[in-house]
């Protein structure tokens, strides 16, 4: 079976609700953390672009009883009033994919003011209690520096991911780079805990081995995941122009990699 497909990314859930996990928005994972057990699976959505794809995600979720969390950017190809409402409606949470520092060039204050207004507007649409930083990997400013000298919580925000998950108590995955070994090649999305589970055989490439280490019980019993549904596909054309597009943009990430 090709790998990020609508199927393949269905056979990563039912392998996953037939192995006992529990699925939790991240808001409702921070307010759970005191008192989780057993296995939880925590399913991030950036929407990087094409959110009818992330509503295709959210339809299924639904179906199965799932409650996933889906970032909107403040951009055009992100920003699909309709979409952000339905999903909202499925029972999902909404949240916003931050870049503000990028998109004020730098200026910390003006960045602000930004994200201020993208927020406002955003809970128009969903309530929205999260955030997460989009990393805009042609940028030179790192969206999170932001946070330097401002607080996200002054605004009502709970959590942002690379803030506020314990990553030695919380496995993670992300697509990045259209593949499960994406911070190979990733600018800002991954986590020093990175290299102790390779250490550990905890990496993958393919969705398949990951379904196989649910099935197999080698996945640990808290993760959360990062999917950006635009790269996820069933169309034989849009598969292919996704697999080059994304093939490329590794190789320049590569480099920038690399040279930092």
């Known amino acids: 079976m090709p790998d990020f497909t609508l199927r393949s990314y269905q056979s990563l859930l039912e392998a996953l609700l037939q192995n006992d996990y529990r699925f939790l928005t991240f808001r409702d994972f921070i307010a759970s953390r005191p008192n989780l057990q057993g296995k939880v699976a925590v399913l991030r959505h950036d929407v990087d ?8 995600f959210a339809l299924f979720q639904h179906q199965k009883g799932i409650a996933g969390s889906y970032y909107f950017r403040a ?7 309709a979409v952000i409402r339905q999903i909202a409606s499925l029972g999902h949470e909404v949240g916003y994919h931050y870049e503000d520092l990028t998109l004020a060039g730098g200026n910390t204050t003006k960045a602000f003011g930004l994200f201020t207004q993208h927020l406002e507007a955003l809970r128009q649409l969903a309530p929205v209690s999260t ?4 990393g805009s990997p042609r940028s030179r ?16 925000i709970v959590a942002e991911p690379y803030f506020d998950v314990d990553f030695d108590r919380c496995f993670y995955l992300t697509d990045t780079g259209r593949r499960w070994d ?15 589970w390779i250490a550990q055989g905890l990496t993958f490439r393919t969705t398949s081995q990951i379904v196989k280490a649910v099935r197999s019980g080698v996945l640990p019993h808290r993760v959360m995941f990062t999917f950006h549904p635009q790269r996820w596909t069933s169309q034989p054309i849009e598969w ?3 697999w080059l597009f994304q093939n490329m943009k590794n190789s320049i990430k590569r480099f920038f990699v690399s040279s930092t």
């Not at 672009?49 to 295709?56: A, C, N």
């Open 49 to 56: 672009r094409l959110p009818g794809h992330s509503l295709r």
């Open 131 to 134: 955030i997460c930083m989009h």
């Open 182 to 196: 994406g911070f190979r090649v990733s600018v800002r999305d991954k986590v020093p805990q990175q290299e102790a």
């Open 141 to 156: 400013h790192d969206s999170r520096d932001l946070w330097k000298h401002n607080d996200y919580r002054s605004l009502g």
């Open 240 to 242: 292919a122009r996704e």
């Open 75 to 81: 951009v055009p190809e992100s920003w699909d009033e």
